[in-house]
């Protein structure tokens, strides 16, 4: 009936990146939907004055970048190839690094959201949904499922400590 999604990325999928149907209200925030051979979200609701979307990256999908009764409402997100209506709202080239769908540095999408939103405190990765990018810039969160970190993160994986010495893995990922 009702579906939340957040911090998540639908990317190379054969149809849509994210299909719904619905008779509640949807919320999909911070979303990356990329590369799909459908539309990247394609909606069927009973009632869009119920739904939100907001801080999302919708680019280069075959169909087109959004499906959605009249009056479904988008803010602070990018689409790539067509205008959509909302507050926040831009066309552009997201500048995605594919095949992680990470945003690449110079992206429009960073710092780009509504400082003042409800958005998740970390992004799909574990980063700090907002990160000061600049000395003396802007702090907003970014767009789409990734949060930009100049620096790359490390992440503890795996169970806490095993072994003599308690190892635990370490993955890192640079800023690309």
Not at 72 to 99: E, K, M
Request: glycine share 14%; net charge negative; hydrophobic share 35%.
């Amino acid at each position: 009936a009702s579906v939340r999604i957040e911090s998540g990325i639908f990317a190379g999928n054969l149809a849509a990146g994210l299909g719904l149907q619905a008779t509640g209200s949807v919320e999909a925030r911070v979303l990356t939907l990329a590369d799909n051979g459908g539309y990247g979200l394609d909606v069927a609701l009973a009632d869009p004055a119920r739904c939100l979307m907001d801080h999302c990256i919708l680019a280069a999908n075959t169909l087109g970048e959004i499906q959605a009764p009249s009056g479904f409402p988008v803010s602070w997100s990018v689409f790539q190839t067509t205008a959509y209506p909302g507050p926040g709202n831009s066309q552009a080239d997201p500048r995605l690094q594919r095949p992680f769908y990470k945003l690449a540095p110079g992206s429009p999408c960073v710092d780009a959201g509504d400082g003042a939103a409800r958005t998740p405190p970390t992004d799909y990765e574990g980063d700090p949904r907002v990160v000061r990018t600049k000395p003396g810039g802007i702090v907003r969160p970014d767009l789409g499922a990734d949060e930009y970190v100049p620096t790359g993160s490390a992440r503890l994986y795996g169970v806490p400590g095993f072994g003599y010495a308690a190892f635990h893995p370490v993955m890192a990922t640079p800023n690309t």
